[in-house]
């Protein structure tokens, strides 16, 4: 159903082309029939959606709609929640994460994640970004500092932090401890990236940095973005998936999505009838 | 009908009331503080006053004696400093590994919630009752050995008589577990002071749960634990009941091992070796002493009890340092 009820889609950010055909894209993450359980109560229902490589997903929806909890089940961080079940298929790179040969520690590693508030570590900058890496073994000083710079570098920090990396990272600002948090994820060198509400806590110049960072990152990374605000999703995504009360209701382009949704519920969404 | 709204207490009688009570409450909370304060001073400028000519070198380097002229502290320091050292080696890491294991590994069954509802209450058993477990288990060991055995150990460099007797190893294990409880509670507090988002941040990472507590959480709740524990450590250095009970000496100038001076402890390693299994005094014992025999030895006592005091300053001293260090490092 057409409906110009949504102002004009905003402008995208440098480095997401909305337009661009993902279907040569291999598909990085998908999800077959997902069902999750929190204890008793079922919170998120049949949920298929196919992410390809190199591009950016924004999950939206109202609070409450299980997009975060998704999110979490992609590199098995509800495991830490006790009482929590999920059934159905959960691939990345064609591999179910939650198969018995899968380790756990290695998936992290692969599918890293940012969180809504920043919660860089209590030590210095340089041994923030270079944790990841020790804990997998890497010893190499000279290693770790060429991926320190390099990772800063991606983030967008490092002209702001070359000459203090000894600092402890709690004396940042908020924005530089997100693009620190960015950084680290980095160092691991994951190939998909899981960003929930990652700009939420921010100001609006920091945001934006974020989202630029974004517009870069997805060069390399594929990225999966939870956020409730809509301008940002339609800014950075190449694809939006729609839920609500446990069901993905609708995904597609994120330009189809905003100025010509398929489902009414999406479309009330985004015009703000309720969420 | 008054006219526009003054602001000014006039001849009210409700708000003078008012301020009459608050003026009444903050003078009564005054003269809390102040009466603590002169309780607290006259006590030290008493055990001071009495003090004041025996606190000599002489003091330091002589134990008990039938003159008080000749009487001094340094089996009670002695005894006291072998005490300590192995009561922190034998309560800190199962006190440290307990909270750990209790805070961060297990999972909340109905055992794990029996047993962290009763560390507080094992927390605030008498010690006079942690003296009769350790009568029985360490020095008596349930009467298993008889007359008792000697271990010989390491070509006879070292002796270890089973079961333990009235030495200071029985006195330290008792003592240890009397501060376990108090540790565990301790550092638990100071793991949980961690933030979760920190551990959560860290599994994101790739970490196992071992390296999340080793790397961050552990290095994290250092300050807090270390506090705890030197707080703990400071209430053994105290204890006077239980001691007695598993077999301090009171009166004596017997130092464990024979060690009686830094040097020996440096250079003598059999001497080292032998001492927790030898007799010993303790400070607090020494001081109670010294007020059981008579007037005449007040003054030592006094002197004693300036000593303990000191010392009990220090590890207080030590732990508010180390707070202030850790509030500086880690803002959250």
């Known amino acids: 159903m057409a409906s110009d009820s949504s102002a004009s889609v905003p402008p995208s950010v440098k480095g997401v082309d909305r337009d661009q055909d993902m279907s040569s894209h291999p598909i990085n993450v998908e999800s077959r029939g997902v069902d999750f359980w929190y204890g008793d109560n079922q919170v998120l229902f049949d949920v298929s959606l196919q992410v390809p490589e190199r591009s950016v997903t924004a999950l939206i929806g109202p609070s409450g709609c299980g997009k975060s909890t998704f999110l979490r089940c992609l590199n098995r961080m509800n495991d830490l929640i006790e009482g929590t079940r999920i059934s159905g298929e959960l691939l990345v790179e064609g591999q179910d994460i939650n198969s018995k040969e899968v380790d756990v520690v290695l998936l992290r590693k692969h599918v890293g994640m940012v969180f809504q508030k920043s919660t860089p570590f209590p030590k210095t900058i340089f041994d923030n970004i270079a944790y990841g890496p020790r804990i997998a073994g890497q010893k190499n000083r000279g290693y770790l500092v060429d991926l320190v710079e390099s990772c800063l570098k991606q983030a967008a920090l490092w002209d702001e932090v070359k000459d203090r990396l000894q600092d402890s990272a709690m004396a940042l600002s908020g924005g530089q401890q997100q693009r620190l948090c960015i950084a680290r994820t980095l160092a691991t060198t994951p190939k998909i990236i899981l960003m929930d509400e990652p700009a939420s806590a921010l100001d609006p110049a920091s945001t934006s940095r974020i989202e630029d960072l974004i517009g870069e990152l997805c060069a390399e990374y594929t990225i999966i973005i939870v956020t409730h605000n809509m301008q940002q999703a339609s800014r950075v995504s190449h694809q939006t998936a729609f839920f609500f009360e446990g069901k993905l209701i609708e995904v597609g382009r994120t330009t189809q999505i905003f100025t010509n949704p398929k489902q009414k519920r999406t479309e009330d969404y985004i015009t703000g009838r309720f969420g | ?332």
């Open chain 2, 1 to 332: 009908m008054t006219s526009t709204a003054s602001f000014t207490s006039s001849g009210d009688a409700v708000m003078r009331r008012r301020l009459l009570l608050s003026t009444v409450f903050r003078t009564v909370c005054r003269i809390a503080v102040y009466s603590a304060i002169f309780v607290l001073v006259t006590l030290l400028g008493v055990v001071l006053w009495l003090a004041i000519g025996r606190l000599t070198p002489a003091f330091f380097s002589r134990g008990h004696s039938a003159f008080p002229d000749r009487a001094g502290i340094q089996a009670g320091i002695w005894g006291t400093f072998w005490l300590i050292s192995l009561t922190t080696i034998f309560s800190l890491p199962v006190g440290i590994g307990a909270a750990v294991y209790l805070e961060e590994y297990a999972s909340d069954t109905w055992l794990t919630r029996l047993i962290k509802v009763n560390l507080s209450n094992l927390a605030g058993v008498p010690s006079i009752v942690y003296g009769m477990l350790g009568l029985t288990v360490f020095v008596r060991m349930f009467g298993l050995f008889g007359h008792g055995i000697k271990l010989n150990l390491l070509n006879g460099f070292l002796v270890v008589p089973l079961p333990f007797g009235k030495s200071v190893i029985a006195g330290a294990l008792t003592m240890s577990l009397l501060i376990l409880p108090v540790v565990i509670i301790a550092t638990q507090e100071a793991l949980r002071a961690v933030p979760r988002s920190i551990r959560i941040a860290s599994f994101a990472l790739g970490a196992t749960r071992w390296q999340t507590i080793r790397n961050q959480v552990l290095p994290a709740a250092l300050p807090g634990i270390a506090t705890g524990a030197i707080l703990a450590i400071s209430r053994a250095i105290g204890e006077t009941a239980p001691l007695i009970m598993v077999g301090a000496i009171t009166y004596t100038r017997i130092c464990p091992g024979g060690v009686e001076s830094v040097g020996t402890l440096l250079t003598d390693p059999q001497r080292v070796l032998s001492a927790p299994f030898d007799m010993y005094t303790a400070m607090p014992i020494a001081i109670y002493g010294w007020i059981r025999v008579g007037p005449e030895f007040t003054s030592v006592a006094a002197a004693g009890i300036v000593v303990l005091l000191f010392v009990l300053t220090c590890f207080n001293g030590f732990a508010v340092y180390i707070r202030q260090r850790a509030r500086n490092k880690l803002k959250w």
